[in-house]
């Protein structure tokens, strides 16, 4: 079974071929649902490590943050 390591560079080296998941992953022996599972969630892990990555607040920060603010500086 892969790692999460594994999986990380597998999806890295799918973005940089420019080939769809499909083409991608029968060329390396695996599913393409596999390759956009494993996409979402090394995302969502780096959002979520990001989020927390900051202790001093910022327009991310709290209810206080305005919709408007936390959009423009990449908060979701």
């Known amino acids: 079974m892969a790692t ?26 695996y599913k393409p649902e596999q390759l956009y599972w494993w996409r979402w969630k090394l995302r969502a892990g780096r959002a979520r490590s990001l989020r927390g990555a900051g202790s001093g607040g910022g327009a991310c920060a709290g209810p206080s943050a305005t919709a408007t603010r936390a959009r423009a500086s990449g908060c979701r």
């Open 4 to 29: 999460r390591v594994e999986w990380a560079e597998r999806v890295e080296r799918w973005e940089r071929s420019g080939l769809s998941a499909e083409k991608f992953a029968r060329r390396e022996g």
